[in-house]
């Protein structure tokens, strides 16, 4: 873990002007009640496995998006035995701080609060607080299934687009009720009449998110390429490339592709009835990963398939940070150990002075690899203790 700090520029205090100055835990997951301070740099999170690291950066998830990165449901990041949990944030912004509050009971209620007063929308709480969050898991996105690659771009678009959320939920709702219809169907059903009105929602809210995700990804491709330049310090060219169920033709717009789906679901009406279920639309999108042409999924090595994951996640730090016009603040969870030397030292210092990062290791040798005026803190059983540096 060579790492040269000193010759690194430091941090200026209040760097990337978003930061978060604390956080207040209450029946969250294993916390019972937890207050933490942190700093505008780096903040490093020490701990044996299962004592309440990752729950914590989850916290700070939820203080962004209003809801978790990885539970299915609300009621998952209630404390066992308790009724409802709540995570306040205090955020450093410009001209004044604010205060952003989830709170969640078994019994079904949700708030979401500005300041302790005014109740706001979950998705209204990226206009306050973004985060980016790094995990082990990232590595699905080039590994994994085309539903793990569409929850990616569903999250990080969701962040920066309210807009998009409703599509989503309009779409799933759409695509709910008309796989249903499509099961239900019999020769005797006059099954056009049922199933027009649904296609017609199915259209209008899919050829949106489907324009959304070529316009993002196009930008993400931009970035992933040269950060992937940067930190693999070859001349090897990531490509990122969206590969929608509704082909897009060049510049697609939402009308254009509105039609095209359209087609599709006429020509696919025959084997949707034999199957009982919907054949194309976004819910069956997936993004491909290429080096120099070459899909990375396939023929990738691990450490290729682990630089296109960095780059990736950076890629997303610079897309937030040009959407929002703020920087986010990034979680990394258990993220440095999984790394070689050289990557950790690019992540690092991509970080490092630009960003508020909350660092979580199970490897008290991690110490070594942080700035030295990084913030230090260990975790036992849902306990967070700062530790003097
Ligand atoms: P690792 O180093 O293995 O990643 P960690 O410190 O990140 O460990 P967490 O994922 O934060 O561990 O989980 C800590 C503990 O929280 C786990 O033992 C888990 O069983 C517990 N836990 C998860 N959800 C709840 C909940 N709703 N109520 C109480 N405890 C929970
Ligand atoms: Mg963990």
């Not at 949106?208 to 993002?216: E, F, L, M, P």
């Not at 897309?319 to 986010?328: A, C, D, L, V």
Request: aromatic fraction near 6%; proline fraction near 4%; glycine fraction near 6%.
């Amino acid at each position: 873990m060579a790492v040269k700090w000193w010759s690194w520029s430091v941090p200026s205090r209040g760097v990337g002007i978003v930061w978060i100055k604390s956080v207040h835990l209450t029946s969250f997951r294993n916390y019972r009640e937890a207050e933490v301070s942190l700093d505008p740099g780096v903040n490093l999170f020490l701990g044996r496995n299962a004592q309440g690291k990752t729950n914590l950066l989850e916290a700070m998830y939820v203080a962004s998006a209003g809801r978790s990165y990885r539970a299915a449901r609300d009621a998952e990041l209630v404390r066992w035995g308790d009724t409802c949990f709540r995570v306040a944030c205090s955020v450093q912004r410009k001209p004044a701080s604010v205060t952003l509050e989830v709170a969640y009971s078994l019994a079904g209620q949700k708030l979401v609060r500005l300041n302790a007063s005014e109740r706001i929308r979950a998705a209204d709480l990226s206009s306050y607080l973004n985060v980016v969050m790094f995990t082990p898991d990232d590595l699905a996105l080039v590994k994994g299934s085309p539903a793990d690659r569409r929850r990616f771009l569903d999250l990080e678009i969701s962040q920066v687009s309210p807009n998009y959320r409703h599509w989503l939920a309009s779409y799933s709702k759409a695509l709910l009720q008309r796989n249903a219809l499509l099961k239900r169907a019999t020769s005797s059903t006059r099954t056009a009449d049922v199933l027009d009105p649904w296609d017609e929602q199915l259209v209008e809210f899919g050829s949106k998110i489907a324009a959304r995700r070529a316009a993002v990804l196009d930008t993400l491709g931009v970035l992933g390429r040269i950060t992937h330049r940067r930190i693999t310090g070859t001349q090897e060219t990531l490509s990122i490339r969206y590969s929608p169920s509704v082909p897009l033709t060049e510049g697609s717009k939402a009308e254009q592709i509105a039609q095209a789906f359209r087609e599709k679901l006429e020509k696919l009406r025959r084997a949707e009835l034999i199957r009982g279920m919907t054949l194309a639309g976004p819910h069956r999108d997936d993004v491909s990963f290429e080096i120099d042409g070459v899909d990375a999924a396939a023929y990738g090595s691990q450490g290729q398939q682990r630089s296109i994951v960095l780059s990736l996640k950076l890629a997303e730090v610079e897309f937030i940070k040009s959407q929002m016009g703020e920087h986010p603040v990034l979680l990394l969870d258990d993220v440095l150990s999984e790394l070689d030397e050289s990557r950790r030292g690019h992540l690092l210092s991509e970080v490092v002075g630009r960003y508020q990062a909350l660092v979580t290791s199970s490897e008290p040798e991690s110490v070594r690899a942080m700035p030295p005026d990084s913030r230090r803190f260990n975790i036992a059983s849902g306990s967070v203790t700062e530790v003097a540096s």
